[in-house]
């Protein structure tokens, strides 16, 4: 690690279930020059790329929806949540990655994919960088269902919605979800759709 004002950094495994749950005790020095002692928790499920599809003619972007454990036992009624579509990158590159996780979940086969930006999601319990795409799709690109890989119990919805209905779906919190939210107002300022 580079940062010259930690040291002696510690790391113990708390949970290796599915993904991996780290204890790191650490010594950080103060602006005055002293050392204290901290203690911090990070959850490692390695880092993730997402995508907004939209037809810049339909003015329409395609979205996803699926059951979110997480989100069900914090206050999201029924645990479905409209989001873009998603994966982690399993050691692909994150523009492969996100063509992949297209054709898996959405059915379309695409090619195009421009990065916009890259974000720490919640940078003080987990350690995920997620890599943000866009890429316009239209029907040819269609060639399969979605709905997520077979040997993942994912069972995903492809929705197909209209650009502005999806931006009132931001404003009414039908859409709560984070990479959404940036990626259709990315859309918004930047006029793709
Ligand atoms: N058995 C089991 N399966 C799990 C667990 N956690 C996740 N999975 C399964 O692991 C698979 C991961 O699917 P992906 O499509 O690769 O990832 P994702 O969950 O959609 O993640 C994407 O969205 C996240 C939320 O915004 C992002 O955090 C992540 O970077 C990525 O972009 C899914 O089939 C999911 O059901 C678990 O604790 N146990
Ligand atoms: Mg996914």
């Known amino acids: 690690m580079k940062n010259g ?15 991996k749950l780290h204890k790191y ?4 020095q103060r602006p005055d020059g002293s050392w204290e002692t901290q203690n911090r928790e990070a ?11 939209y037809n810049s003619k339909k003015k329409t972007v395609v979205l996803t929806r ?18 873009v579509c998603a994966g982690l990158l399993d050691g692909d590159d ?12 959405t059915g379309y ?23 943000l795409f ?5 029907e040819s690109m269609k060639i399969g269902e979605g709905g997520g890989a077979e040997d993942e119990t994912e069972n995903i919805e492809v929705l ?4 502005n209905d999806a931006m009132k779906m931001v404003a009414s919190g039908e859409i709560k979800d984070a990479k959404t939210i940036m990626l259709l107002q990315y859309a918004k300022i930047n006029a793709l759709v």
């Open 94 to 105: 994150p523009a492969d990655c996100v063509r992949k996780e297209t054709e898996e979940e």
């Open 5 to 19: 004002s930690i040291k002696d950094v510690e790391k113990k495994l708390l949970s290796d279930n599915w993904y």
């Open 109 to 131: 086969k695409i090619s195009n994919v421009q990065k916009v930006f890259q974000t720490y999601m919640s940078p003080g319990s987990v350690t995920e960088i997620l890599y």
């Open 134 to 138: 866009v890429g316009e799709y239209d």
């Open 66 to 83: 699926q059951f979110r454990m997480p989100t069900y036992v914090n206050g999201n009624e029924d645990g479905m949540m409209i989001e």
């Open 160 to 163: 197909e919605l209209d650009f």
């Open 25 to 28: 005790t650490f010594k950080y």
């Open 43 to 53: 959850y490692d499920r390695g880092n993730g790329a997402a995508i907004l599809l």
